[in-house]
Every structure is written in structure tokens, then in C-alpha cells.
T-cell receptor
Framework: DGGITQSPKYLFRKEGQNVTLSCEQN?????MYWYRQDPGQGLRLIYY???????QKGDIAEGYSVSREKKESFPLTVTSAQKNPTAFYLC???????????FGSGTRLTVV | AQKVTQAQTEISVVEKEDVTLDCVYE???????LFWYKQPPSGELVFLIR??????QNEISGRYSWNFQKSTSSFNFTITASQVVDSAVYFC?????????????FGQGTRLTINP
């Protein structure tokens, strides 16, 4: 079945370390997105990409970086510059024609 | 700027009661999409509905119904005869309707608890 796979499900990071969250989709979707969710809050957009080798900053891009070398993959790196990285991260994708998103099951990142 | 407000942070009802989740939005766009998503404890967002701003017809899907009123910028969601399995966090969201990637703007979410 087609879908989005995020890994790992849980991730622990020491302060000062960079960490990369994986997002893979086999839906042949053009656009991919990363959202961050904090407790009791809605999702906020970090980065998004419409095509391979192109991506744009969302509302809270500081301290994060992404790449889009393949259509199927959109990894997110949480750098040491991100001051408060503990959160739930959701990856999503859709076609460029206004259809609803498909979301992954998320990665819960905790800084220890 | 676009904004979505879900004023109800938490709602708790007894099973079989009807419950309405409110959603109010702000946008300067004349064409846009509105969405509702369900987030069960597992964390994944489940797509429920997408509504185009040109289509103000209400929609019913089983026990779920949606009331879109452009005049009041509201897109409310009603669950009829609620069940324990409806317990989740529900998000209302808004996006531009244009070619290319559509960024979703989410409300804060409403945590719905259905008690047996």
C-alpha cells in the first residue's frame, strides 16, 4: 500500500547534536512538507518542497535544514541551532493540484 | 495573513450525544480550501474532508457533517451520536487554492473525549 514512512518513531538527542529525521513516500506525490507540533498547539510549517532539488522555508525554519535529492525522500535535520527542538514532527505530501495531504505517523524528538 | 481559530480547547461528552466543533478562519484570498483532520493517540493525521471556498453546500458523511458559512467565515464540524472511537484531537486547516505546493495553516486543535 502507498503511504508515507517516517523513522524513527522516537528519537532522543543530546544538546548540541544534529539529528536527521527520515521521511519517505511511495505515492508519487510532487510536494512534501515538514510540520512541527507542540503540546496543545496546532501544526506549524518548517519547510516544504514542490520538486526535486528545490525547497522553501516555512514559518519556523530557523535551526532546521532539509534536502530533496529524490522525489520520494525529504529528510529533515534538526541542528544544534534549534533552541527548543523537543516536539512531534510530521511529514506530509500531496499532488500539486489541491488534493488533501497524506501524513506520516510522526517522529517524537526529545532532547535529553 | 491566514489564520484559523478553534476556540474550544477541550470538549467532553457522553457517548451518543451530538457534538459540534467550531472553526473560524481569516483569509484575504477569494479562493481557498478548508480541511478537517483527526489525530488519534497514535499521532497520525487522518484526512476527513476538504471544501473549496466556492462550494458552500453542507456535507454529510455517515455520522459526520460539516457546515460551511462563508458569511461568517466558519466551517463547523458536527458528530452525531458520538462514539468512544471518536475521541481524538481534531484540527481545522486552511490553504490557498493555487497551483504548486499548498501550505496548510492549522488551528490549535480541539481535544474531544467521548465518555462511555
Amino acid at each position: 500500500d502507498g503511504g508515507i514512512t517516517q523513522s524513527p518513531k522516537y528519537l532522543f538527542r543530546k544538546e548540541g547534536q544534529n539529528v536527521t529525521l527520515s521521511c519517505e513516500q511511495n505515492l508519487n506525490h510532487d510536494a512534501m512538507y515538514w510540520y512541527r507540533q507542540d503540546p496543545g498547539q496546532g501544526l506549524r510549517l518548517i519547510y516544504y518542497s514542490q520538486i526535486v532539488n528545490d525547497f522553501q522555508k516555512g514559518d519556523i525554519a530557523e535551526g532546521y535544514s532539509v534536502s530533496r535529492e529524490k522525489k520520494e525522500s525529504f529528510p529533515l535535520t534538526v541542528t544544534s541551532a534549534q533552541k527548543n527542538p523537543t516536539a512531534f514532527y510530521l511529514c506530509a505530501s500531496n499532488r500539486l493540484t489541491g488534493h488533501g495531504y497524506t501524513f506520516g505517523s510522526g517522529t517524537r524528538l526529545t532532547v535529553v | 495573513a491566514q489564520k484559523v481559530t478553534q476556540a474550544q480547547t477541550e470538549i467532553s461528552v457522553v457517548e451518543k450525544e451530538d457534538v459540534t466543533l467550531d472553526c473560524v478562519y481569516e483569509t484575504r484570498d477569494t479562493t481557498y480550501y478548508l480541511f478537517w483532520y483527526k489525530q488519534p493517540p497514535s499521532g497520525e493525521l487522518v484526512f476527513l474532508i476538504r471544501r473549496n471556498s466556492f462550494d458552500e453546500q453542507n456535507e454529510i458523511s455517515g455520522r459526520y457533517s460539516w457546515n460551511f458559512q462563508k458569511s461568517t467565515s466558519s466551517f463547523n464540524f458536527t458528530i452525531t451520536a458520538s462514539q468512544v472511537v471518536d475521541s481524538a484531537v481534531y484540527f481545522c486547516a486552511l490553504s490557498e487554492a493555487r497551483e504548486g505546493a499548498q501550505k496548510l495553516v492549522f488551528g490549535q486543535g480541539t481535544r474531544l473525549t467521548i465518555n462511555p
